[in-house]
Nanobody, 123 residues
Framework: QVQPVESGGGLVQAGGSLRLSCAAS????????MGWFRQGPGKEREFVAA????????SYADSVKGRFAISRDNAKNTVYLQMNSLKTEDTAVYYC????????????????WGQGTQVTVSS
């Protein structure tokens, strides 16, 4: 059983940056496809970014391409989401999730979810 735990959320002005972390103990995250999803008020959970198990290939939602970057530090067993040039529409609860498959964009592929961390971008 893998239990992701997110951290790093907070309040930031538009144009600023935040780095979210997703850590877990007892399991090697490299062997999981790790995804970041977000859910804003009144909206459904949506795909943000993912890093594919073992290969390290990445995938991004069009809305964050060029601004966000997902990475994995195998030594620290931690996945990161670097968020730059933040916009007010990025405001949401961000969730880290783990999947056993190589598919990345579908919520249904992920069986293990963190509790979420709030990101608020002010204008």
């Amino acid at each position: 059983q893998v239990q992701p735990v997110e951290s790093g959320g907070g309040l930031v002005q538009a144009g600023g940056s935040l780095r979210l972390s997703c850590a877990a103990s007892g399991r090697t995250l490299r062997t999981y496809t790790m995804g970041w999803f977000r859910q804003g008020p009144g909206k459904e959970r949506e795909f943000v970014a993912a890093i594919i198990r073992n290969s390290g290939s990445t995938s991004y939602a069009d809305s964050v391409k060029g601004r966000f970057a997902i990475s994995r530090d195998n030594a620290k067993n931690t996945v990161y989401l670097q968020m730059n040039s933040l916009k007010t529409e990025d405001t949401a609860v961000y969730y880290c999730a783990a999947a056993d498959s190589i598919r990345a964009r579908s919520v249904s592929e992920y069986a293990h979810w963190g509790q979420g961390t709030q990101v608020t971008v002010s204008s």
